[in-house]
């Protein structure tokens, strides 16, 4: 059987190498399984290895490229004595201590990791729309984070896509800056709850495009326009921004838990006390159990939240 660690990290975002840092300045000699390369947010270094510049987290007055910033991370959880692995987790059993980590084969009879205490912080993904351009464009024009880049799109005009809660929140923050925003939906009825709907409809900056869906993508090195089709007609019209929001909801990367930890509604792991989820000695940070900020400070404050509070759960249970 393989050694019984002290406490695995699941997850190398801001959160799970938050969390990496103060375990393993805390002497917990932490082992974070940081995921495998993907072109999708579900890789190591998590949503920001997709985006670009980042000009809001605290420290980097000039603003950081988002795969720099996670580099950085990683190193200081480096140089504190974290070991890191790049694969994927690919089954994990919480329902007796040591909880047991598997990494390739699930039939293997034996765990390839034992650990006293496991902090869980995969992330979410945001859900795309299936194009082949969103890959080159991400963080060229397109964007799933209006509080990260609605800044840099001032006086342009955007397309935000989806008719939920989510999406309005996101056209409302856009037009601060935008000359004006474009609501693409596929429906002619919004999901949003009514008051959301209310501030949009009475927004001028707004515009409606009813029962359309964003087919595709124009632009080589950003964004020069899109390509709306009639969910109705199927007739195909341009849409002319130099911008795309897609807002069509978020999945929290939860599958490995299922049936073990307490999810809520929309699959977020559910935490009270701060990280504490319905397993002891499990604890979960990052977006994997937040829904509401999504920020890469958030995250990484809550790292450092699931690292206090596994320690000091760790040291009452005589680890
Ligand atoms: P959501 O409620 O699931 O809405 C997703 C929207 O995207 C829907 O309008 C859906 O269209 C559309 N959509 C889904 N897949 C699509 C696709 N492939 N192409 C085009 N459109 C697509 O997700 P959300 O807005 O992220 O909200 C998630 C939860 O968080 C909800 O419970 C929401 O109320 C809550 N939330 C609350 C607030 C707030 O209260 N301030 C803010 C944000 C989120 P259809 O309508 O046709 O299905």
């Known amino acids: 059987m393989p050694e019984i660690r002290n406490v695995i990290i699941i997850g190398s975002g801001p959160a799970g190498l938050t969390s990496a840092i103060y375990t393993a300045r805390a002497n917990l000699a932490p082992l974070l399984i940081e995921g495998e390369p993907s072109s999708t947010s579900d890789q190591p270094g998590g949503q920001l290895m997709l985006t ?44 007796a201590r040591p909880f047991k980590v598997w990494i390739g084969d699930t039939d293997a009879p034996e765990p390839t990791h034992l650990a006293h205490s496991v902090i869980v912080s995969t992330g979410a993904r945001s859900l795309m729309l299936g194009l082949e351009e969103e890959t080159r464009l991400l963080g ?53 709850s009514k008051i959301m709907q209310d501030r949009l409809f009475a927004n001028e900056k707004i515009r409606f495009a009813w029962n359309s ?47 073990q930890l307490t999810t809520d509604e929309n699959g977020y792991l559910v935490t009270h006390n701060g990280s ?39 040291e009452a249970n005589h680890h």
């Open 213 to 259: 869906t964003v087919s595709a993508i124009q632009g080589g090195q950003t964004v020069e326009g899109v390509t709306l089709t009639d969910t109705i007609t199927g007739e195909e019209r341009p849409l002319a921004v130099t911008g795309v929001f897609v807002a069509i909801g978020h999945r929290p990367n939860t599958d490995l838990f299922a049936g």
């Open 52 to 95: 670009t510049e980042v000009e809001n987290f605290p420290g980097w007055p000039d603003g950081i490229m988002g795969p720099e910033l996670m580099m950085k991370f990683r190193e200081q959880a480096l140089r504190f004595g974290t070991e890191i692995v790049t694969r994927k987790v690919s089954k994990v059993d919480l329902s």
């Open 140 to 192: 060229h024009g397109l964007s799933t984070c209006a509080t990260c880049d609605g800044f840099f799109f001032r006086d342009h005009d955007i397309a935000v896509v989806g008719g939920g809660d989510s999406a309005i929140e996101e056209a409302l923050f856009l037009t601060k800056f935008a000359k004006t925003v474009t609501l693409v939906h596929r429906r002619d009825e919004l999901r949003a």
């Open 276 to 314: 504490l989820t319905n397993i002891e000695g499990v604890f979960a940070c990052g977006d994997v159990q937040d829904h509401v900020y999504r920020q890469a400070i958030t995250a990484a404050g809550s790292g450092c939240m699931a690292a206090i509070d596994c320690e000091r759960w760790l």
